[in-house]
């Protein structure tokens, strides 16, 4: 079946909710034909390109998408990426989380975002993520319609092949731009197109349809698992989301522990770990019966603890200075970069901390070790060693717990105890 507009209507008869259609706008080839055609299908559409000054012709292209828009009376907004360079990633990967970010930031509820992606892209993506050794998760990496933000991030060409969208805009008398790295084969995914698809098309004429066919039978599987996955997670659910009971946890099999694992990583708009790291998640923290110290196992993307009968869900702690002093004006806010929370003065009401009248200055400190308080209701001076232990308080968080202090006096651990106005404290 050939790309067609009537093809794109037909797609999109099934978002008719939707009010506003943001396409992903480069000004090559595929995403020149997505703007053509939705246009022409007097679809309500949105054009942003996003610049991410990577080649010598990037403000030439931001111009050429400028006219291409003008002449047909479409909006364009143009985004500036910064690109956040890492050495576990590709630029490639790099420059797309930053166009992703930035393509995020203009939805809105019931708007969506649409990329021009197409049945060679996805066949493409297949066989790297087979080669990176994915699972169901990965292979069905490039659904139609996928929840992003408060939108929804909608493929509309997937069953189209490129050649077919090389003829639209050749009959159409389309102006496209050509990206010189997109000849390059160092990327992964050049290489792919380039040397590895034309000899497997040669080979199998109908590889791009049928790896797309196996796309979405994983993605089938995946939905199955993620059912399978809730069922199973249910038990070892506590009042927080981002802990688990390990008690649960630990009857079931290696597999469905496994899969219970990714869903519960992945629902929480985490990267699964890789295999390896998954495996220690397994088994040095959730089965093992008897531990003495609070285990942990981190990625680049979060970490997983364990305390007790729990285990909890985090993404990497910040690098911590317990020692800090901080004088706090409590008709102010108060930003603790460590902890990455701001202290509201409205908070301190909501604790129902005590501190005399007229007071506008608290001392903020972290546990050192020998504090002691008189808790609001109780008959006698306690560690706060004891009742953070008591209080089922996790050792990492112990000691960046806000200490609130006027005149060198405890009053209030924050968010958990406070002292009576009558009450004397040691430090």
């Known amino acids: 079946m050939s790309f067609s507009i009537s093809l794109l209507q037909r797609f999109f008869s099934s978002y008719q ?69 890492s050495p576990q990633k590709s630029l490639e990967d790099c420059a797309r989380d930053a166009r992703y ?30 080669l990176r050794g994915a699972g169901p998760a990965g292979l069905a990496a490039m659904p139609t319609d996928k929840k992003l933000s408060i939108g929804i991030h909608l493929r509309p060409m997937l069953a189209s092949a490129r050649a077919e969208l090389l003829e639209y805009a050749r009959s159409s008398n389309l102006q496209w731009v050509e990206d010189p ?95 390896k790291v998954l495996q220690q998640i397994v088994s040095d923290i959730v089965l093992k019966k008897e531990i003495e110290t609070s285990p942990l196992q981190s990625w680049k993307e979060g970490e997983i603890r364990r305390f007790r009968n729990c285990v909890y869900l985090m993404q990497p702690l910040k690098p911590h200075d317990a020692n800090q002093v901080i004088r706090w004006n409590i008709d102010q806010p108060l930003y603790i970069e460590s902890l990455d929370r701001t202290l509201q003065p409205k908070d301190l009401k909501d604790a129902g901390v005590p501190f005399p009248d007229g007071v506008n200055e608290l001392i903020v400190r972290f546990r050192a070790g020998g504090e002691r308080l008189k808790p609001f209701g109780s008959k006698q001076h306690r560690s706060l060693k004891n009742l953070l232990q ?9 000691a960046r717990i806000p200490l609130l202090f ?17 009450c004397e404290t040691t430090s």
């Open 101 to 130: 970010a930035l393509l995020e930031e203009m939805l809105d509820v019931n708007s969506a975002m649409v990329t021009a992606h197409h049945q060679d892209d996805l066949a493409e993506t297949v066989l790297l993520q087979l």
């Open 181 to 275: 790295s997109n000849e390059f084969n160092d990327f992964d995914r050049n290489y792919l197109r380039n040397q590895v698809m034309p000899k497997l098309i040669e080979r199998w004429p109908g590889a791009n349809q049928t790896l797309s066919r196996s796309s979405t039978l994983q993605a089938d599987a995946l939905s199955c698992l993620s059912d399978l996955a809730e069922i199973d997670i249910q038990p070892a659910r506590t009042t927080q989301v981002l802990k688990l009971d390990v008690r649960a946890l630990q009857v079931l099999s290696s597999e469905r522990l496994n899969n219970v694992l990714r869903y519960w990583i992945q629902s929480n708009h985490m990267r699964v770990p890789s295999m």
């Open 390 to 398: 008591e209080g089922g308080i996790p050792p990492w968080e112990r």
């Open 17 to 85: 909710y939707i009010e506003k259609f943001y396409i992903a706008y480069s000004g090559g080839l595929d995403s020149t034909v997505l703007l053509h055609a939705m246009h022409a299908a007097k679809l309500p559409i949105h054009a942003v390109h996003v610049n991410h000054h990577l080649q010598q012709d990037s403000d030439g292209w931001q111009q050429h998408c400028a006219a291409v828009c003008n002449g047909l009376g479409v909006s364009l907004t143009v985004k500036h990426a910064q690109i956040n360079k």
């Open 406 to 422: 006027h005149q060198e006096q405890l009053i209030s651990v924050l968010g958990y105890w406070n002292i009576g106005r009558d």
